[in-house]
């Protein structure tokens, strides 16, 4: 399984790197924002990508978007790591595409529980 994870804190892709791995992911790729995810993502297939919202130079449901509209993509769990917590947000996630929608700060057994669930339905 490929992983993709798109986030600007060099901290919280540290955090998910190290959180997937110990859940058995080993194969996960790093992005700084959604221009390098979205570069990253046609240069490979990735089987779940993760990705924040709030990102300078493309956030995250711009990133979400434009993935959809990729075929290799339309069907890839996408999953939404985010301080954002609102409704409308939500609702704008799922618009653009997102397959689930996880709150920061995240548990690591939790982020495990839905990268599988997800993984297991695809």
Same mark, same amino acid.
């Given at each position: 399984?490929? $992983?993709? +994870?798109? #986030? ?5 892709? %540290?955090? /998910? ?30 089987? $779940?990508? +993760?990705? #924040? ?5 493309? %956030?995250? /449901? ?61």
């Amino acid at each position: 399984m490929k $992983l993709l +994870i798109v #986030d600007d804190s060099t901290m919280l892709r %540290d955090m /998910l790197s190290y959180a997937l791995n110990e859940g058995g992911y080993n194969d996960v790729v790093e992005a700084v924002d959604g221009v390098d995810g979205l570069e990253k993502a046609n240069s490979t297939q990735y089987d $779940l990508i +993760i990705t #924040d919202i709030n990102m300078p130079n493309m %956030d995250g /449901l711009t990133f979400v978007g434009e993935l959809r509209k990729l075929s290799q993509y339309s069907k890839t769990p996408i999953l939404v790591l985010t301080t954002e917590r609102s409704d409308e947000m939500k609702t704008k996630g799922k618009a653009a595409g997102a397959t689930g929608w996880i709150v920061k700060p995240f548990v690591p057994d939790q982020l495990l529980k839905a990268v599988n669930i997800v993984l297991t339905k695809k």
